[in-house]
Every structure is written in C-alpha cells, then in structure tokens.
C-alpha cells in the first residue's frame, strides 16, 4: 500500500522557516517524480513544487521561487520542502504527492494527509 | 502561466441527476488535463486522467471529454457519495495549475 506521510508542520512567525518531510513506503521512491500542492484554508489547489526521480531537476510555482526548497534523500525514501522568508499567505495545508511514474508528469495518483503551516504572529 | 477556469463554481443538485463541469485553459494544453475529486478534510482523489482515461477504481458514472482549450467532467447519474468539489488540472505545462474548483451541493 502506497502510503505518504507528512511532518514538520506548526506556528511560525512571518519571516521565519519551516522545513517539511515527507516519509514514503510502499513504492520505489526513487523511480518517481514528487511533488507539494498546497491548499489554503477554504480555497483551491495550488502547485508548489516538483523534483525529478533522481533530484537533478526541480521547478518551483513563482510564489516559491526564491523562498523554498524541494530536495529528496532516496536513500530515506523521504522528500523535504525547505521553506524560508514565509509569509501569512504561505498559510495553508502542504500535501506530499506522488505521480503515476513515467509519461504521467503531474498526474497525482497519491497524496498524503497533509501538514498544516500557520504563518502568523 | 496557463490559467484553468471553471465553472460553475458551485452548483446544487439531486441524487440520480446528470452534472457536467467545465474547464477552460487560457491556451491549448491539447489532452493534458486531469480532474480530481476532493471531499472535506481529505485530499484530492484522481478521477480522470488525459482528458477522459477513467482512473482505475472510480465509477463509470464519471466521464470526461475535451482537447485543446475546452473541457468537460460529466456525472451521469448523481450518487450521494458524490457531493464533493471538483478540481480540473493542466499538466501541459511544467508549471502545473488547477481550476479553482466547482462544489457540488445537495438540493
């Protein structure tokens, strides 16, 4: 059974850092991109960020650009988001999420529960 | 960035009624659209993958259909296990991006 979980989650004041993990099993982690969405409180689905299977490559939504960072250690079958310089609008719940594997870029078979982050002070 | 409109935003309906969201992308993004299915407090569930490919386990009441700009989810007989919100997403682009959603109501 493909399972996702997410930790690292909580309060943080604006301007501060937070750093998410996602700890994986039931699939080879390492054969497959990764991905955070995130979601605000009462609105929509919002892409965050993507790693390739191997880590070389990495795409960010502009409201991440310059602030986070995904990585991943395949060894720990864990995917990170590295968040820094974090604002109010940066509150929302951040989902780990799996794609189907190869030609299925962005197709989200698999997410995880989702970790709450509250910027506030 | 490629924007996905929906619509409606929301909509109410009965059991064994026949529902059809739309999609618009911003420009073509050919088949490259997924619909998803999110109920409150959980995450998102695949329904439908390129445009029309019914993702394994999900009812055949679900279709989708469309290319290019326009899009549709159609449910063809309303189940009370379906009042829901509806995501569409466009995965032509790197840069990934949804519909802002369309929820589904009991009349």
């Known amino acids: 059974e493909v399972q996702l979980v997410e930790s690292g989650g909580g309060l943080v004041q604006p301007g501060g850092s937070l750093r998410l993990s996602c700890s994986v099993s039931?699939?080879?982690?390492?054969?497959?991109?990764m991905y955070w969405v995130r979601q605000a409180a009462g609105k929509g689905l919002e892409y965050v960020s993507s790693?390739?299977?191997?880590?070389?490559?990495?795409f960010y939504a502009d409201s991440a650009k310059g602030r986070f960072t995904i990585s991943r250690d395949n060894s720990q079958n864990t995917l990170f988001l590295q968040m820094s310089s974090l604002r109010t609008e940066d509150t929302a719940v951040y989902f780990c999420v799996k794609d189907s594997g190869y030609s299925a870029y962005g197709r989200f078979d698999s997410w995880g529960q989702g970790a709450l982050v509250t910027v506030s002070s | 960035d490629i924007q996905m409109t929906q619509s409606p935003s929301s909509l109410s309906a009965s059991v064994g009624d026949r529902v059809t969201i739309t999609c618009r992308a911003s420009?073509?993004?050919?088949?490259?659209l997924n619909w998803y299915q999110q109920k409150p407090g959980k995450a998102p569930n695949l329904l439908i993958y390129?445009?029309?490919i019914l993702q394994s386990g999900v009812p055949s009441r679900f279709s989708g259909s469309g290319s290019g700009t326009d899009f549709t989810l159609t449910i063809s007989s309303l189940q009370p296990e379906d009042f829901a919100t509806y995501y569409c997403q466009q995965t032509d682009s790197t840069l990934l991006t949804f519909g802002g959603g369309t929820r589904v109501e009991i009349k």
């Open positions: 420009r073509s993004i050919r088949n490259y």
């Open positions: 390129t445009a029309s």
């Open positions: 039931g699939f080879t982690f390492s054969s497959y991109e």
């Open positions: 790693i390739s299977n191997n880590g070389g490559s990495t």
